[in-house]
């Protein structure tokens, strides 16, 4: 250091290092051995599974298509209805899927189905004065049910595809929509399934020629099914949840409400066994079958069970007893929820459920006095669908909200 005097001012002058090379930069950071160990075993650990995406709604053309589906199902069991009431049902001997679906158009392809149909038992027990003409209108009937259910079939597939294509379908939608799909065209073999056993030669039985009565309840059956999980699932996804307290005598309603929707599908399916046999026939009184309350005839078929299913007496007394019962639930139904606090809308389908009840009894009574005239029996029929249309809105309204 050297110290150097200026105009009475000490300066000190610091030595200036010598040219060389410029020192090296510091090294890393070393950490201790311990820490090392630590920061490797980081960053080898797997990184922390990212959260699932929120699932997504179906868009409500979803619930809506859901819902056309069901119109569209309904449709063919009204027309299926009335197809069983004109025994038209058998004027179709041949089922393919693509070659039916043009009808015949000159008079030598209609003379040759005419010739086809009379090979067949209804034809040769039934309608032996039968004209072409009078066979032409039982024809088309037939042929508008089956092109009608080829139309649903189509309804279904096609826009599922599409909503699929589109990423519109959670997954458990995926698995609802196949099943539907599944199920309507098991529906169409069913269909083929029943009218087979109406074509059958039965050389020991002189009886009318008709189909299987147990076949008829499973094409039925199967068609209400596929008619109650579309419409309930289209509602599911076009009508918000109440958010109604959770109290005991909503979940007694709610209880309530599922067993009366049951009761009410039970009645329509016995149905099928009423047209199968023509029971309607029997005992064309009411409320008492003849002059008795219960009817001599019950119990004739031996062993007893086969009474329930084959004998038209005791079908239709099945039917008259579940109708009765159906409608005393409702009303019941009706009764217990004016003691609970429900919003508009749960109001209306209560009440529209036992308004729709009351007209269906009365359809039921009027077709049975008036000997099941074809335009009533068939808005009777229609009118088993629109209770159960109403008592399921009733329990899309009344459904848990998720937690």
Known sequence: MLRAVRGGRVRFLLPVPAPGPSPAPPGPLRLPPQRCLQRR??????????????AVAPPPAVGRWLLACSGAVAGAVVLGGVTRLTESGLSMVDWHLVKEMKPPRTQQEWEAEFQKYQQFPEFKILNHDMTLTEFKFIWYMEY????????????????????????????????????????????????????????????????????????LAAHLGSALVLYSASLWTGLSLLLPRHKLPETHQLLRLRQFAHGTTALIFLTALSGAFVAGLDAGLVYNSFPKMGERWIPDD??????????????????????????ITSFMAV????????????????????????????MQVGLGISTLLLYVPTPLAATHQSGSLALLSTALWLMSELRRVPK
């Not at 080898?44 to 995406?53: D, H, K, L, N, V």
């Not at 009706?334 to 729709?356: D, E, G, N, Q, W």
């Open 41 to 54: 075993l980081l960053q080898q650990a797997a990184p922390p599974a990212a959260a699932p995406p929120p």
């Open 144 to 215: 508008s049910h089956r092109m009608w259910g080829r139309v649903v079939g189509l309804a279904y597939i096609l826009p599922a595809a599409y909503f699929w294509r589109k990423g519109w379908l959670s997954r458990p939608m995926k698995g609802c929509v196949l099943a539907l799909c599944g199920l309507v065209c098991f529906q169409g073999l069913l269909g083929w399934y029943m009218v087979k056993s109406g074509l059958e030669e039965k050389p020991d039985s002189y009886d009318i020629p008709r189909v299987s009565q147990y076949r």
């Open 298 to 323: 019950l119990l004739a078929f031996s062993p007893v069970l086969r009474n329930i299913f084959e004998n038209p007496t005791t079908v239709q007394f099945d039917h008259r007893i579940l109708g």
């Open 331 to 358: 009303t019941a139904l009706y009764l217990f929820s004016r003691k609970i606090p429900l919003p508009r809308r749960t109001r209306m389908a209560v009440t529209s459920l036992l308004a729709v009840a009351c």
